[in-house]
């Protein structure tokens, strides 16, 4: 069975500084994606970045990367220069390549940018 | 080009009540999906389909029936609402499932209460 954790509810950022959003997830299956998703308050799901689990390099998206750990089974979340606009609901998300059709979403962490 | 839309965006139900959700996509996705969300938790799939006249059980599919008549929209039932089914629910398609890769893009979502 697939699992995301993401341990931190809630995060506050003072504008422009750097934060990690964080997130482990567990499989068994050896391919699988990872994604992130942004929920602002007026509640759209908004796709922001997709690490591969056999790809090479961390992605990355404008001020958004992806800090794959593999070995680790993480898949943190790393905005740069927060804006007021990244204020929102962050969730990470996998899908495998076992056949499921699904994402298998984790909780969600509320990220707060302070000006 | 609209993306995915959803109607309505917000509905009233007394227990017993039925209602039909409606979810369009303009990107010739073959892929569509229905998740619910609840507070404090992320998404989960109620049902999904792989490409018009096909759908399949998701992870919570109790209570909810689906139709994919059109390659374009997806129905969400509820037949007799239960005050447990009260959401957000969202809609969302992929173009494919080649591989962990294709990102699902939601709609806006639709809040249902049900009292």
């Known amino acids: 069975a697939q699992k995301i954790t993401q341990t931190q509810p809630g995060m506050f950022v003072q504008e422009k500084e750097a934060v990690t959003l964080d997130c482990t997830y567990d499989t068994s299956d050896p391919s699988y994606g990872l994604f992130w998703y942004k929920q602002p308050s007026s509640g759209e799901m908004i796709f922001l970045i997709y690490?591969?689990?056999?790809?090479?390099q961390n992605a990355t998206e404008g001020r958004y990367s992806l800090n794959f750990q593999k070995a680790r089974k993480s898949a943190n979340l790393v905005i740069s220069a927060s804006q007021l606009g990244d204020s929102a609901m962050y969730f990470c998300?996998?899908?495998?390549?076992?056949?499921?059709?699904?994402?298998?979403f984790g909780k969600g962490t509320k990220l707060s940018v302070i000006p | 080009n609209a993306g995915v839309t959803q109607t309505p965006k917000f509905r009233v139900l007394k227990t017993g009540q039925s209602m039909t959700l409606l979810c369009a996509q303009d990107m010739n996705h073959e892929y569509m999906y229905w998740y619910r969300q609840d507070p404090g938790m992320g998404l989960r799939l109620i049902h999904y389909s792989v490409g018009e006249g096909t759908t399949a059980k998701g992870e919570v599919p109790d209570g909810y029936n689906v139709s994919r008549l059109k390659k374009q929209n997806f129905l969400l039932g509820l037949e007799s609402a239960a005050p447990s089914q009260t959401s957000v629910y969202f809609c969302?398609?992929?173009?494919?499932?080649?591989?962990?890769?294709?990102?699902?893009?939601f709609g806006p979502g639709t809040r249902l209460l049900v009292l």
């Open positions: 969302a398609s992929s173009y494919s499932r080649q591989g962990v890769g294709e990102t699902q893009y």
């Open positions: 998300a996998m899908g495998s390549g076992a056949g499921s059709y699904q994402l298998t």
């Open positions: 690490q591969g689990s056999y790809d090479q």
